[in-house]
């Protein structure tokens, strides 16, 4: 069993490397790679933290982890905590239907998460918003494309992280019916 002072170390290094990694994707990466879409590295730590952590964890973990990012993104408040909600909800309801460890799964979801990211983003958008957004085809594919090769790199980290400063690793909590 893991103290609570670990667990709170871990958390708060969850949240440096996503203001980290929003940071590099928002700012950094344009200066290097100019308008080449980057990867979704903020949803990359999201989904780990969907995937490492139980329900009421993860979703209050997301909704956290999306206040955070709000300052580094051009989305509303209220966009981005709609997107996030059934982004977790597709993606939870994913991991309680199959689950296997690794960083094969984890990129693959991370694949899921991105396009269903855009895909939600430009739904609730036509719903809820007077000029609906943009579709930029070529970069949302870049972004759904580069986000699970980059989350490949970005899981043993996130392993690593959670190895170090929890002692048990975290519990995979499945919700829902067997099938």
């Known amino acids: 069993m893991s103290s609570p002072g670990l667990r709170i170390l871990n958390t708060s290094i969850l949240f440096l490397i996503l203001l980290f990694v929003t940071g590099i994707q928002t700012t950094l990466w ?32 997301t909704y956290l982890m999306g206040f955070s990012v709000l300052s580094l993104t051009a989305t509303s408040m209220g966009m981005l905590f709609v997107n996030l909600l059934i982004l977790y909800a597709i993606i939870s309801t994913l991991k309680s239907r199959f689950y296997w460890g690794g960083v094969g799964y984890f990129s693959l979801m991370c694949l899921i998460a991105s396009f ?58 499945v919700v829902g019916p067997d099938l």
């Open 30 to 61: 344009f200066q290097f790679f100019g308008q080449f879409p980057p990867p979704h590295l903020w949803l990359i730590v999201i989904v780990y933290v969907i995937f490492s952590r139980g329900a009421r964890l993860s979703l209050f973990l």
């Open 116 to 173: 269903l990211f855009h895909f939600v983003y430009l739904v609730t958008s036509m719903i809820f918003e007077h000029q609906m957004a943009e579709i930029l085809f070529w970069s949302r594919l870049g972004q759904g494309l580069l986000t699970p090769v980059v989350a490949i790199a970005f899981y043993p980290i996130l392993k690593r992280l959670d190895q170090w400063t929890l002692s048990e690793e975290p519990q995979m909590e």
